[in-house]
Every structure is written in C-alpha cells, then in structure tokens.
C-alpha cells in the first residue's frame, strides 16, 4: 500500500492489495492445493538484481543452482539466478532461456510469479517473467501461472473486497494479461491504450486517444474484448 500512496492514491478507499507474488508465497506456503503440495523444496529461482531480490524466507524452499538437484523451477523475475546463499546473480535473457531449455529435458514444474510479459519503466518496455513462462511451455514444460491472466488473481482480489463479478471492474494496459483475465473471470474491463500497446496502437504521448478501429483490431488480435476504453488512467 506504500507504493500505492506514492502514486498519489488515497489509500483509506483500499480494503487492500493482493500481487502474483504474494499469491504465489500463500501457495507455497500453505502447500493445501495438490499441485503445490507435490512440488518438493529444490528450485531454480529465477529473480530479478536491479528491482531488488524476492525473499523466500518462512518457505522452507532450498534454492539450488544445478538443474539436476531442482524439483521446480520458481520464475519472479527475469534479470538473476537464486543462489543458495540468498543472493541473486545478475544472469542474461538467453543463459536464463538455456537453463530451462535443460529443466525441459528433465520435465520439472515452473510457478511463474509474475506472468507479465513485458512492464513499462520510463517509457521503455522491460521484458518480465511471463516470458520465460511462455518459452518454457513452447519447449514442452509446465506453466503454473500464478496470476494475470489466470481468473485466480481476480478471484483473490474479490474475496479480499468481499464481492461478486457484478460488482468488479479490472484496469489496465495489456490485452493479454489484463482485459484477458477479466473475461476470464467474468468482470467488466477499462483498457488504457498509452501502455504497452501504445506503439501498436499509433499512440505518442501520453493522454493521446488511440484509433477505435485499430484498438478493435488489436482486441480481436489477442481475443481479449474491454468493457471500456480509456488514453490514459488518471486521478
């Protein structure tokens, strides 16, 4: 809720906030749903270096660095590799892709915690651990996704505030991840056109109304249809 107050939102209007990545450590913690349940401790973290480490701590994960000692793989970044000692290793895009080319021989489970493709940092597009999930499955693995477009964020989400379907409504700018899910889920959307469709979408700068015909054509694209249409989320 901190950042959520950085951003200039007046928090007292949250009941509060539930991410991927705390979903995923209430599953593995709890271990109550079979597929978690028959995981095992020994993973490959894949985590992030310059947007900060993900603590594993209270989940009594043994984090491994060769692929023949791993049960799973854990995805919450795509920047680092887990060491055992608890810090990450900054590691590149294509040896993180070469170590799960080897987990795929081997047929070992991925959880990915954050199954984003891609986020927007200054403008720029940041690739995110979606896309590690998506390779691993194009190399045969399985996927656990563990949040958008998953109906299980939206699903948290709503028994958090205590609602139904009728009275939800998902924001956001990825098709594929956001408007997605909420059809997934059943829930109303309001797509925002300035993110990462923004080049896409003919979009320069921010506010900017994009084309209705070409935002129909990138929803049919991603079959991922929004309630609403919005150049920008803004209070």
């Given at each position: 809720m901190d950042k959520m107050k950085s951003l200039g939102f007046d928090t007292s209007l949250f009941v509060g906030a539930i991410t991927s990545g705390e979903l995923t450590h209430q599953y593995l913690q709890r271990k109550d749903d079979p597929w978690f349940a028959a995981l095992g401790r020994s993973c490959i973290h894949m985590t992030w270096s310059e947007r900060g480490t993900i603590s594993l701590e209270g989940l009594g994960l043994q984090v491994v660095e060769n692929v023949e000692e791993a049960e799973f793989i854990l995805a919450h970044g795509s920047e680092a590799l887990g060491h055992p000692s608890g810090a990450a290793v900054p590691t590149k895009l294509?040896?993180?892709?070469?170590?799960?080319?080897?987990?795929?021989t081997k047929r070992i489970p991925m959880v990915v915690a954050n199954p984003d493709y891609v986020t927007v940092e200054a403008r720029a597009l940041r690739v995110m651990p979606g896309t590690l999930a998506a390779k691993y499955e194009k190399l045969g693995g399985e996927v656990k996704w563990m949040g958008k477009p998953d109906k299980i964020i939206y699903q948290a989400a709503m028994a958090m505030a205590g609602v139904d379907s009728s009275d939800s409504i998902a924001v956001g700018d990825s098709?594929?991840?956001?408007?997605?899910?909420?059809?997934?889920?059943?829930?109303?959307?309001?797509?925002?056109?300035?993110?990462?469709?923004?080049?896409?979408?003919?979009?320069?700068?921010?506010?900017?109304?994009?084309?209705?015909?070409?935002?129909?054509?990138?929803?049919?694209?991603?079959?991922?249809?929004?309630?609403?249409?919005?150049p920008a989320f803004t209070w």
């Open positions: 294509e040896d993180l892709e070469k170590i799960l080319e080897h987990c795929a098709l594929h991840h956001d408007i997605k899910g909420a059809n997934e889920a059943g829930i109303q959307s309001a797509f925002t056109t300035g993110g990462i469709h923004a080049t896409e979408l003919g979009v320069g700068s921010f506010g900017e109304a994009a084309d209705l015909s070409s935002v129909q054509a990138l929803a049919s694209k991603y079959d991922a249809y929004p309630s609403y249409v919005l």
